[in-house]
């Protein structure tokens, strides 16, 4: 049975980030566990004296890192330090907290157009304390399916029987499809996953709603499948997974499952066990 949508929301402009961040998770709509964080980034140009984000930390999930254009350096305090190009998953497992920073110091000669999106997983509660890890996926590592002049790409999880090597510690899909206008997909989804679907460019028609760029809606519960129309060249994402029914504690760059756990890794980071960098 199709799934139903609800009403999209647009995604505004971060007042902290500026204006080419766009806060859609959970800013414009509530998250999609175990997704509980979005940021779609871009396109901007970065130039040679352009600064990155400085070191800073996280803990309680994974961080998710996406180019749909350019490039991006990553460096962390486990020693990595390797430049994500378009295509590219960066998948930084902080478990118990890490320190990371994000495109400083990369050397640029020229300019460069970045775009993309950031998204944080959220770890079950027996692995908020884990060790962290990082991994990085070239984008030939990625599945990639051509089906009704679509192209879906298997960021995370299974579709049609190509599985990502992307290793997500609770049951996650993420899906990037793009649409030449009139096409359409028909695509199964598990019925027990919460998910949505949020539009990069383009207008994806969703029983007969429309969604429209920078703009995000959830797929209701209670069917196995979601139709997409593609109302004119679309590039769309769908997220989502199987919610972890658990606590959220949120502060600043850590989501832990108490107050407790927030005031543990804020002391780990204070005290200098997340490592340097």
């Known amino acids: 049975m199709e799934r139903k949508i609800s009403s999209p929301f647009k995604a505004n402009p971060s007042r902290s980030m500026g204006p080419h961040v766009r806060q859609v998770i959970p800013s414009a709509h509530k998250p999609f566990e175990p997704f509980v964080f979005l940021d779609h980034f871009g396109p901007f140009d970065k130039y040679p004296e352009s600064s990155g984000v400085p070191p800073h930390p996280h803990a309680g999930i994974a961080t998710v890192t996406y180019l749909f254009e350019g490039s991006n350096r990553h460096q962390d305090s486990l020693g990595n330090d390797v430049v994500i190009q378009a295509g590219d998953i960066a998948w930084m497992h902080a478990g118990k907290g890490i320190i990371h920073a994000e ?35 070239p984008k030939e590592t990625l599945p990639v399916i051509e089906r009704n002049n679509c192209t879906i790409k298997v960021l995370c999880g299974e579709l049609f029987g190509k599985i990502s090597p992307v290793r997500s510690l609770t049951p996650t899909l993420l899906w990037e499809i793009k649409m030449p206008a009139g096409s359409k997909l028909e695509l199964p989804i598990p019925e027990n996953y919460d998910c949505g679907i949020y539009t990069i460019s383009g207008i994806a028609l969703c029983q007969n709603q429309a969604l429209r760029p920078i703009h995000i809606a959830g797929l209701e519960q209670g069917g196995d499948s979601v139709r997409i129309e593609a109302g004119e060249d679309s590039h769309v994402i769908l997220l989502g997974g199987l919610p972890l029914n658990e606590p959220i504690v949120a502060y600043a760059s850590f989501v832990m499952n108490s107050e407790d756990q927030i ?6 980071y204070q005290e200098g066990r997340m490592g340097g960098l």
């Not at 000669?109 to 991994?135: C, I, R, Y």
Request: hydrophobic share 30%.
């Open 103 to 137: 495109g400083m110091n990369e050397g640029r000669t020229e300019k460069e157009t970045v775009h993309g999106l950031q998204l944080w997983v959220s770890l079950p509660a027996k692995d908020k304390f884990s060790n962290p890890d990082f991994f990085h996926y």
């Open 263 to 268: 005031r543990q890794v804020i002391r780990d």
